[in-house]
């Protein structure tokens, strides 16, 4: 009787991704906004039971819109865009997702802040979204909380 051992599976990715500030300015009321945009391109190469082994390329792409005066972030993402990954005669989606947050930052005295966030994920295979929420305190620019 033959008996070894098997890897159920294993997974490779390498991303390659660019991003950049597209626009800063100024407001009439003084305050300033800027956007940054950023891409990666993913290849992704998956085996099964060290006998199947599928390859495939993907996208991740995401946003920044930042408001300097109130202090307003909103960041906008999507993540696995791309084809299904096909081992032999059966597809295998990418978990495509979506995500969205919205940030305020308050800013008290002796340089200390608080960071308020509220988003969401959505997950478009399952149909399901998750919101999420967090606060941060920034004791001083070197501490956070």
């Not at 003084?30 to 495939?56: C, D, H, M, P």
């Not at 308050?106 to 998750?130: C, H, I, K």
């Amino acid at each position: 009787m033959d008996s070894r051992t098997l890897s159920a599976g294993s997974d490779l990715v390498v991303a390659v991704g660019y991003a950049e500030r597209l626009t800063e300015e100024r407001l009439s009321n003084g305050a300033t906004w800027e956007a940054f945009g950023g891409v990666s391109l993913q290849y992704i190469r998956s085996t099964l039971a060290e006998k199947y082994t599928a390859n495939e390329e993907a996208v991740n792409a995401g946003m920044i819109l930042k408001l300097s005066d109130p202090q307003l972030t909103l960041g906008l993402s999507v993540a696995n865009l791309g084809p299904p990954v096909r081992y032999v005669r059966v597809d295998d989606p990418l978990p495509l997702t979506y995500r969205m947050a919205l940030g305020y930052t308050l800013t008290t005295v002796f340089d200390q802040s608080f960071l308020l966030v509220g988003g969401g994920e959505y997950d478009a295979g399952a149909g399901v979204m998750r919101p999420s929420m967090a606060l941060e305190w920034n004791g001083h620019k070197e501490f956070s909380l």
